[in-house]
């Protein structure tokens, strides 16, 4: 019969970072288009972080997100087009800006 001793859990900084990443969406599978993860992400209410190309393909106002010139810019990769870039447009939904 073996005993198992169970240790008391400490939070440390290196396990929350691994616990976020966890979490973090993965992107956009390769067998669906980017229009149509585009339109899961806005049907989900999720904020979008997308390219100056791809920017002008979203009708944001159809889809009751929040335009303005003061908007944040972030790096990473769209969620349209996949592709890194320096300054992302992040998107809101309207409810939640």
Known sequence: MSVNLAAP?????RT???????NQDPGKPARILA???V?????LKKCLSLCLLCL???DAKAHNYVT???LPRAHGTCDGCGD????NTLLF?????
Do not use: C, M, N
């Open 93 to 97: 939904p309207a409810g939640q800006f």
């Open 68 to 70: 303005r010139a003061s």
């Open 39 to 43: 339109s899961d992400l806005v049907s």
């Open 35 to 37: 229009g149509s993860y």
């Open 84 to 87: 890194w870039h320096d300054a």
């Open 9 to 13: 859990f400490v939070p440390t900084r």
């Open 56 to 58: 002008h393909k979203f």
């Open 16 to 22: 929350r970072i691994e616990h976020l990443l966890q």
